[in-house]
Structures are given as C-alpha cells and as structure tokens.
Antibody, heavy 119, light 106 residues
Framework: QVQLVESGGGLVKPGGSLRLSCAAS????????VSWVRQAPGKGLEWVSY????????NYADSVRGRFTISRDNAQNSLYLQMNSLRADDTAVYYC????????????WGQGILVTVSS | EIVMTQSPATLSVSPGERVTLSCRAS??????LAWYRQKPGQAPRLLIY???TRATGIPARFSGSGSETEFTLTISSLQPEDFGVYYC????????FGGGTKVEIK
C-alpha cells in the first residue's frame, strides 16, 4: 500500500534551518509529482511546494519562495524540503503528499511532522 | 490567487442526518475541485476529486456536485466516523484550499 513517512522535524530558532525528508513506498515514486502541504496549529491547510516527477518543474507558495527548496531523489524514493530563514509563522505540521496528476489533487498523505520555530 | 470560501464554518449534526457543505471559488475552477476530511491528529483523506468522483474506498453516502465557482459535498446519512473538518481544494490554477467546515456532534 502507498506509504509516505516524514522525518526531520523539531524545534528550531528563528532564522535557523531545517531539512525535512519524506520516504515513499508502495508505488513507483518516479512516476508522480509530490508536494508539501502545511497546517499551522489550529488552522487550515496551506499548500507549500510541489516538484514534478523528473524534478524539472517546481513551484512554491509566495510565503516560502526564496527560503524553501524542494528536491527529490528518485533512486532513494525520497522527497525533501530544505527550509532556511525560518520564521515563527512557519510553525506547522508539514505533510508530504502524492499528487494524483500533474498539478492535481493529493491522493495520499503522510502522517505529518511538526516544525516549531521559537526562541 | 483563487480564493476558496467554505460555509458554514461549523455544523452541528446528529448521526443519521443529511449534511450539505458548500465551497465557493473566487473565479472559475472548471471541475478541478477536491474534497478532503481531516480528523483530529490525522492527515487529510481524499474523498472526492473532479468535483464529483469518489476516491478509492469512499462510501456511496458521499457525493459531490457543482462546477465553475459553486460546489457542494453531500453526506446522505452522517455516520459517527464522518465527524471532522472538511476542506475543499481547487487545482485548476495552482492549488488553494478553503478554510474548512467543522462537522461536530450535535
């Protein structure tokens, strides 16, 4: 079955960096776009970034563009999110999610990983 | 950016009741609209895509309708496991989510 497992979250100070990872299994990872979606405590869902199957296309929400970088390693069935210049409003649960079709909806989600930005 | 507006914000419902949730887009998204349900402490789960197609394993009591800017998710008879927060998402131009509708026990 499709599984997505995030790791790398934790507590970081404002201005710091963190790298999230997502390990995929149960499907042909290299065939799919994948994305990151986040949810601040008690708030709704916010799309953060996506990357195409061959890494040729990426896009970011305005709130993270220039600070976050999405990447993938198809040989390792892994997705990454490098987060730099972190701010308090980046505090959220970050979900890795498979994209069902190019720039489409998310059909499978990981369990999420908490990132807390605080001094 | 396309803004998605969901109503109501909260809905108090008894098990067995019929539930109708609304989602409005600030401009046309064609039929590129998905619905998700999220339970506390869990990831969202896909319910509906293409405005009206049920995702794998989703029971027939869930139905979606609408196009362009007005969409509806209907649950014909609410079951105890259906309580949670429901989000709509447009994927016609980039991706945006609505603010959610919380379905709680009356």
């Amino acid at each position: 079955q499709v599984q997505l497992v995030e790791s790398g979250g934790g507590l970081v100070k404002p201005g710091g960096s963190l790298r999230l990872s997502c390990a995929a299994s149960g499907f042909i990872f290299s065939d799919y776009y994948v994305s990151w979606v986040r949810q601040a405590p008690g708030k709704g869902l916010e799309w953060v970034s996506y990357i195409s199957d061959t890494s040729t296309r990426t896009n970011y929400a305005d709130s993270v563009r220039g600070r976050f970088t999405i990447s993938r390693d198809n040989a390792q069935n892994s997705l990454y999110l490098q987060m730099n210049s972190l701010r308090a409003d980046d505090t959220a649960v970050y979900y890795c999610a498979r994209v069902a079709a190019p720039l489409g909806f998310n059909d499978y989600w990981g369990q999420g990983i908490l990132v807390t930005v605080s001094s | 950016e396309i803004v998605m507006t969901q109503s109501p914000a909260t809905l108090s419902v008894s098990p067995g009741e019929r539930v109708t949730l609304s989602c409005r887009a600030s401009q046309s998204v064609s039929s590129k609209l998905a619905w998700y349900r999220q339970k506390p402490g869990q990831a969202p789960r896909l319910l509906i895509y293409g405005a009206s197609t049920r995702a794998t394993g989703i029971p027939a009591r869930f139905s979606g309708s609408g196009s362009e800017t007005e969409f509806t998710l209907t649950i014909s008879s609410l079951q105890p496991e259906d309580f949670g927060v429901y989000y709509c998402q447009q994927y016609n131009i980039w991706l945006t989510f609505g603010g959610g509708t919380k379905v709680e026990i009356k």
